[in-house]
């Protein structure tokens, strides 16, 4: 199963903008096995962790922040990442595709903007369907009105330095901030060396992989050179490509922070 994407995805000023697990988680998304050609699929926070090596309990900032290209349903566990579909082209067969695979979901609440998003789905849904799912989508409308209603007492309450914790997610560790101060100081130059030294892969992609990787790993695995390890890391993801083994940027960072599991 192969996935499209832009080959200027790093380029993007946006993805540029991210810090660098959100990067990875963003990829990741695009790119799993789990994806479907409508960007429409049920993934669980508990198997994106798993895949992915991030830590769980930071899934929610990562996905929040991510929210304008991510959407992520709570309820049903279903996650739409809006650009997919325009990025496989406009075979009516994916568009097709896609209203199949809505179907399936007939509770998933951003459908609405889903069809705004790619009006001409609509042409391969039935009129009945989309009655469906319009009435299910007024009772939506008043549920997040009432939910408006809770977040302003909670935003009121934050001012008070009540649930800053709960709403706003956990903050980066000082590790985590080394990290991205690291990052921050990565030239062109250096990204250029990097892409040089290793033609056969996706260097970004690795490095949000890596970095991923260190956000979640023990205190006796942390490195400080940072990088070394990035260097080390590109490396061996340059070397596996042109042995042209089919470990994947997700499996590297799986097997880093399990070792016992490759094999």
């Not at 994106?48 to 929040?64: P, Q, R, S, V, W």
């Not at 739409?80 to 896609?98: D, E, F, I, Y």
């Not at 997610?169 to 990290?179: A, D, N, R, S």
Request: net charge negative; charged share 25%; hydrophobic share 35%.
């Amino acid at each position: 199963m192969y996935r499209t994407t832009e080959s200027t995805f790093y380029r993007d000023p946006w993805v540029r903008s991210l810090i660098s697990p959100a990067k990875f988680i963003f990829q990741y998304l695009f790119t799993n096995e789990h994806t479907h050609v409508s960007g429409v699929y049920y993934i669980t926070k508990s198997i994106i962790a798993k895949e992915t090596g991030i830590n769980i309990n930071k899934l929610d900032t990562l996905l929040h922040t991510l929210y304008g290209r991510v959407y992520y349903d709570e309820d049903e566990e279903i996650v739409w990442v809006k650009n997919m579909l325009k990025h496989q082209g406009k075979s009516p067969t994916n568009h097709k595709g896609a209203a199949t695979q809505l179907k399936k979901f007939p509770d998933f609440k951003f459908i609405k903007e889903f069809l705004d998003c790619y009006p001409t789905v609509k042409t391969s849904l039935s009129d009945e369907w989309l009655d469906r799912v319009s009435i299910g989508y007024l009772y939506q409308e008043q549920e997040q009105e009432q939910e408006q209603e809770q977040e302003t007492v909670t935003e009121a309450e934050l001012e008070e330095g009540g649930l800053g914790e709960k709403v706003l997610g956990p903050e980066l560790t000082e590790y985590e901030k080394k990290v991205e101060a690291y990052m921050a100081t990565v030239t062109d130059q250096q990204y250029e060396k990097w892409a040089k030294a290793c033609p056969s892969i996706n260097i970004h992609a690795e490095i949000a992989s890596a970095v991923a990787w260190l956000y979640g790993v023990q205190t006796q695995q942390k490195k400080k050179q940072f990088g070394k390890f990035l260097t080390n890391w590109l490396n061996k993801a340059e070397k596996d490509a042109k042995g042209a083994t089919s470990e994947s940027a997700a499996d590297r960072v799986q097997r880093h922070t399990h070792p016992g599991a490759a094999g």
